[in-house]
């Protein structure tokens, strides 16, 4: 192998390395952003729940 080869085989490593990375953080970011559509969608129907108990005045 020469050394262009290794160097290119060197720099294909590190971008799948990388790749794999950003698929995982990706992953992790999805997660931490149905986590948070779930708290909003709870809070906004105890809002609802609130609003029609107190008759609006919950605030």
């Known amino acids: 192998m020469t050394d262009g ?3 290119a085989q060197a720099a294909l490593d590190r971008a ?3 790749r794999a990375r950003v698929h995982a953080q990706a992953r992790e970011v999805r ?3 149905a ?3 779930a708290r909003r969608e709870r809070n906004h129907f105890a809002e609802l729940v609130r609003n029609m108990v107190l008759g609006g005045e919950g605030r």
């Open 5 to 7: 080869q290794r160097a």
């Open 16 to 18: 799948q390395v990388a």
């Open 31 to 33: 997660a931490e952003a």
């Open 35 to 37: 986590d948070w559509r």
